[in-house]
């Protein structure tokens, strides 16, 4: 269990860094007060990432759109108002099977805002290949669920 450790705070709705992937623009709202992080994002993302995990704590709520999320080995769909709850190793990937979704993301215990900007850099300077995608989510602790022993 990871022990949450946050500062104290009111985050103006207007206080965020946006980085996009190709499928996804994402808004970094809370990222330095402490090990828990709030990211809102806006996907269109058909297939979504490889099912992964890692050593945080992560969950996922729908605002808007219908999404699907893996889990336990397979996909369930779920709209506004479903909760994906993720504790720290559970394999799960998001996808959007059509039109957009928005999403509220919270992490305890994440580096996701350091892994995010990466991606979004690799994707700007045209780099977004597979093995340097991999690459950058070894660095922050994301692990493919096809590489479990």
Do not use: C, K
Not at 7 to 13: D, L, N, Q, R
Not at 86 to 113: D, E, K, Q, W, Y
Not at 116 to 131: D, F, I, K, N
Request: glycine share 10%; no cysteine.
């Amino acid at each position: 269990m990871i022990e949450v450790q946050m500062s104290a705070g009111i985050i103006s709705g207007s206080d965020f860094e946006t980085v996009r992937y190709p499928d996804d623009e994402i808004l970094l709202r809370v990222t330095n007060h402490g090990n828990a992080q709030v990211v809102e994002y806006q996907s269109t993302d058909r297939e979504g990432p490889p099912a992964h995990y890692h050593a945080w704590d992560e969950i996922e709520y729908v605002i808007e759109g219908e999404v699907e999320f893996y889990l336990n080995g397979e996909w369930q769909r779920g709209g506004p108002g479903t909760v994906q709850m993720l504790p720290a190793g559970t394999a799960h990937s998001v996808r959007v099977p059509s039109g957009s979704a928005r999403l509220l993301m919270i992490t305890i215990g994440a580096p996701f805002a350091g892994f995010s900007r990466e991606l979004a850099a690799l994707y700007a300077q045209g780099t977004a290949s597979v093995p340097n995608i991999v690459a950058v989510a070894n660095r922050h602790g994301v692990r493919l669920e096809d590489d479990r022993a």
